[in-house]
């Protein structure tokens, strides 16, 4: 959408431009980082719950697990 009489010209030759523009790509790749950092996080976790559990829990969670994606929907 573009207003009459306005007119914004990026071409990042104005210092304060590459700044905002670098400081945006940074906070980018932060959050990135930061939900990869949980995803680990996570995985973690699950691996030592599941290696504290009986191999009959382990294959019920399994079990489970299949039923869950036979009903899913879309499939």
């Known amino acids: 959408m573009q207003h009459p009489g306005l007119q914004l010209e990026w071409n990042n030759s104005r210092p304060e431009q590459r700044q905002a ?6 906070s980018i ?12 996080m996570e995985r973690q976790q ?3 719950q599941l290696r504290g559990m009986s191999p009959e829990q382990r294959q019920q969670q399994f079990l489970n697990f299949v039923q869950q994606q036979q009903l899913a929907p879309g499939r």
């Open 46 to 48: 699950r691996i030592e």
């Open 21 to 26: 523009l670098d400081n945006f790509y940074r």
């Open 29 to 40: 790749q932060n959050m990135q980082v930061q939900e990869q950092a949980i995803q680990r």
